[in-house]
């Protein structure tokens, strides 16, 4: 779970002027720049104002968070105040997750599910307030509905991935289920669609065109990449649990450095976000993930990919680490050498976990990249001038708000485990070998019996 | 190509006055029902009224069609000089078409590409016109980066499953884009995100967001689902041959059935669109894939997945038929036999191939379910005040108004394609098994023997 602190301590306070102040100057500046639309949707009645983002309205979208501040807290400076209920927060998320953690990858799949609820939620619940869309018929109805479609289709591949062997055995009557998912999928989101195009109404078309899209591009950003991340806990807890952390530090040390060096502001979308703090952060990420890497590999239950177990008819993480979390030598760049030796270590290898090397590709990511996402949130709330995308979590706004660099980096990883790490899965593929019919599979055995003889693996 | 007709004849003439009566219609409904909206946004300066869509405006979004109609039809009267016009298109929409079947595969896989950026490009502009972005930094040249990144991805994968082999051996400095090809597109992905994230301007950020969710949408309407028909056209020409033909056929006799027994409106979205059609439609378009797919299945040309001939160096479509285009002995049901019955016909059992009942299953989606599609079409077209796409095919508006029903087809034909028919591709498993670790290799070697022999393919 995300504590992302970041430096921008007093929000609460500060954040409503400065949305205030933003309305202020933009009407000016519109004044300024286009007198003639101004002049222009005057004498044409506005007929399509109240189904458009009207965002002048002095009452905000989305109520602003309510801080209920304990007794204790209130004689303390803002700043402070915020800082502490954050903290406390922080610390609850952090014990929820390393609680989840314990329970294993089921756990997190659970958690991950309920995040990306959430996260649709808040996202779908702007739309519907930007475009005032309380009386358009059955369209939150709809919206649920290929959220449901999604999880379905996504979860289903992973189910059918990974505990295949589970349903082929011990619930036969799932296979169905199995064999047709992507028909039954397709069939219900169809349906989903041509209740949209039933459900379409004269004076509500534009506004539900604009829903209809918006849902799709938060199911785009909020359940295909969460489930890409979900396919990433089965390949081994460590890729998961860097990865997010990883996310969680760079933002504390941001917060950090900021709070203390900041000077230099970064980009206009997230004023409170300085050079400093990006600079600090990228090289506490880059040490935190080398570091955390060498201390989850020696450990199966972190490193192991989630397999089915049959006899114990659980899921476990035994297996021989592969060779990505097996120590080995490595030469020392000479660069680095050159550096080493001023210091006094004249050393030409060293001894890693090759996982150490791609936490570090990783890190990179997560502190150069993954902020993006954040840049990219805070431009969303600053177009629908919204302060956050809720307030679930006192100190923190929305899970979304938590959230948003998490989604570019679950996608990260996924493309980086599949084009660097991922080999294929053995029982997996047996099972599609086994598919086929017998003509071919004996044609396939044949010639992996060839390769394997060519290669030295098999005697002739 | 689509020729599809439909019975709108003399739409050029009809709709035009359609609209207009729209706007007049919603425009003083408007008046009446919100009175309050009209009266808050007269009192704040309408600040976001340049950068959302103002429908009401005299001048058409999109040009209308300019028709330079010959000489010799200038007598006739709208409905037939159109339905002429729009006939002569379609017999050279359908030459170029055959002419391409001619070619082959990769002809197709260029047509179909070419017919994607025709619509992405009607799409994305209807989008510039709608949020009026001419003075948008950089947006027009990001979607065309995302429109290349997501073709760069998708045509990718394909031609990594289906010419791996030909990348492997002849053309090895492509390796690395096939081995790394998803890392190559999300790094190109992500690029085009992060420039999208710097090129945010306060004054701009709805607009901005608004027409990178349009982007997006797009996206996932063209680029993912002309992919999914690409895919299709490997497995065999007559899986793409039949279900594109359906669509036309359905399209034409709709118009036909429609022009002369229409009578009963079928949706208000598309007023010249009639029951008597839609039934007649459907009829016509079952007897129509029965007959087609037992013309089509006797030829390998049709029946055979492209595969690259290593020997000969060109894609071949030679291959022992699979049984779903072997004749097979069906039994009649009781129903079917009671009535062939009263007409004298006394037979239990019918010779057919596989895919004549296939395609009755295509068929029924393509009368009943695709139409879905060309009404979602003709929604957005009057969400939007727009007549059509646009105005490339004289007689049937643009590319995008002659394919909106063809594209819930190809994600139709994909997913029953992966659900009922295709095999896994035994050279791509094989590919596959051969990337796995030696230990593996033999692993799943010895399962895989062990199965044969239980299974009596091999001796043991």
């Known amino acids: 779970m995300d504590t992302e602190l970041r430096h921008r301590g007093g929000e609460t306070a500060d954040n409503a002027e400065d949305i205030t ?18 002049a222009a949707s005057s004498h044409i009645p506005p007929q399509v104002d109240d189904i458009l983002p009207n965002l002048d309205d002095k009452k905000p979208l989305i109520p602003p968070q309510q801080d209920t501040v304990p007794e204790v807290l209130k004689g303390l400076p803002p700043r402070w105040r ?22 294993g990858p089921l756990g997190l799949v659970a958690l991950i599910m309920l995040i990306q609820l959430a996260c649709f939620r808040e996202i779908i619940n702007i739309g519907y307030a930007v475009y005032k869309s309380q009386d358009l018929p059955w369209f939150r109805t709809l919206s649920w509905y290929f959220l449901l479609c999604a999880n379905y289709f996504f979860y289903g591949e992973s189910t059918k991935d990974y505990f295949g062997i589970l349903v082929h055995k011990d619930l036969e009557f799932l296979q169905p289920l199995a064999d047709y998912h992507r028909f039954i999928s397709f069939t219900l989101y169809v349906l989903g669609f041509c209740a949209f195009v039933l459900s379409l109404v004269k004076q509500h078309y534009l506004v539900q065109f604009t829903l209809f899209g918006w849902t799709h591009v ?38 950090i450095f900021g709070f203390f060096f900041g000077r230099t502001s970064l980009i206009k979308l997230s004023p409170k976000k300085t050079w400093e703090g990006f600079i600090g952060a990228f090289f506490s990420t880059v040490l935190y993930a080398f570091a955390m890497a060498y201390f989850l590999a020696p450990y199966q239950h ?42 006094g270590i004249h050393q030409s290898t060293i001894w890693l976990y090759p996982i150490q090397i791609h936490a570090l590709a990783l890190a990179t990511f997560a502190s150069l990249v993954s902020p993006f996402g954040g840049f990219f949130a805070s431009g969303f709330k600053r177009a629908f001038k919204i302060k956050d995308f809720g307030d679930v979590l006192p100190g923190h706004g929305g899970i979304m708000d938590r959230f948003d660099c998490q989604y570019l980096m679950a996608s990260f990883l996924h493309v980086y485990l599949s084009s660097f790490i991922r080999t294929a899965n053995p029982a997996k593929l047996l099972q599609q070998v086994l598919q086929l019919n017998p003509d071919q599979q004996l044609n396939v055995f044949l010639q992996f019996q060839e390769h394997l003889i060519k290669n030295g693996l098999l005697k002739a």
Chains 1, 2 share one sequence.
């Not at 102040?21 to 101004?38: G, L, M, N, R, Y």
């Not at 990449?225 to 807890?237: P, T």
């Open 218 to 255: 938060t199911l785009l950003i909020v359940v295909t990449q969460s489930h890409l991340l979900v396919q990433c806990i089965f390949e081994g807890l460590i890729w998961f649990l860097l990865s997010t952390s990883m996310i969680i530090c760079n933002d504390i040390m941001a917060y």
């Open 82 to 103: 915020n800082w502490i209920i954050r903290g406390i927060w922080s610390i609850i998320m952090v014990a929820g997750f390393l609680l989840i953690i314990w329970i």
């Open 302 to 343: 972190f490193v192991c990919p989630a397999n089915y177990d049959d006899d114990l008819k659980r899921i476990t993480m035994d297996c021989e680490p592969s060779s990505t979390f097996i120590m080995t030598e490595y030469n020392i760049p000479v660069i680095i050498r050159a550096i080493l030796g001023l210091f």
């Open 21 to 38: 102040q933003a309305v202020t100057t933009e009407t000016t500046k519109e004044d300024d720049v286009a007198p003639k639309t101004t």
